[in-house]
């Protein structure tokens, strides 16, 4: 990437930032159904087609956050140490960001963070178009179990356990913070919960799903041995 285009896309990044940032303060101060497309452009001092090269819709100025997320469950399950089954790997990476009070699980008290997801819960636009985003955090997962040799169907449907699991542990998390509980509070439930759900599905999945392979006990294509040549029986 020469200079000019380096310097190009770190203009594009803020320009989008900056769109993203200004319609989450209208929206969290007016409503999500109150501000339009017209009222964050003005509000960025830029045009409405300028805004809709960087978001295709009203709901994404809000949800392409999710779009760093949506490749998660794909790379924790594609970087996996050996002799993990892929749901033990998300498993652990969950309680992980739960210990870490990440906004991702839905453990997270700072006012920031749960008036966003009260936003986000509370708008029935915005919940039809994280399905989207859920579709795509999906396809990567079956991707990624594919690649390990699981059947195609198989692979779909453990990537829509795993993901949705992940999903509803978070949404139960912020039930219980937005009653009015802190984080700390809820997380030896939230942990509970995390170790009750994974468990659910690893009954059925780890049966289907392959623990990830050491490479040294991978075949080697120069040292496996030839196959039997038809007909060719020692005589």
């Not at 089954?85 to 739960?98: D, G, I, K, N, S």
């Not at 006990?217 to 041995?225: E, N, S, V």
């Amino acid at each position: 990437m020469d200079k000019t285009t380096g310097l190009r896309e770190s203009k594009k990044l803020r320009t989008r930032r900056q769109l993203a940032a200004t319609a989450l303060e209208l929206f969290l101060e007016r409503g999500f159904d109150a501000v339009s497309v017209a009222d964050v452009a003005a509000a960025a001092e830029v045009s409405k087609p300028t805004l809709f090269r960087y978001f295709p819709s009203k709901e994404d100025l809000l949800l392409d956050r999710f779009a760093d997320h949506q490749d998660e469950a794909a790379r924790i399950v594609r970087d996996r140490a050996p002799g993990r089954t892929p749901v033990r790997a998300v498993r652990e990476h969950f309680v992980e960001a739960l210990a870490g009070r990440d906004p991702i699980t839905g453990l997270c008290d700072h006012p920031g963070v749960l008036a966003f997801q009260r936003l986000l819960y509370s708008t029935p636009s915005l919940e039809s178009r994280m399905a989207h985003y859920t579709a795509r955090e999906v396809e990567l997962l079956a991707a990624v179990l594919e690649a390990e040799a699981v059947a195609p169907l198989t692979a779909r449907l453990a990537s829509l356990s795993l993901v949705t699991v992940r999903q509803e542990l978070g949404r139960e998390n912020w039930r219980r913070i937005s009653a009015g509980r802190s984080a700390d509070e809820v997380y030896p439930t939230a942990l509970a919960d995390a170790d009750t759900a994974f468990a659910l599905v690893a009954d059925g999945l780890d049966a289907a799903l392959p623990p990830r392979r050491h490479p040294a006990d991978l075949p080697d294509a120069h040292t496996a041995p030839a196959p039997p040549v038809p007909g060719g029986g020692v005589g």
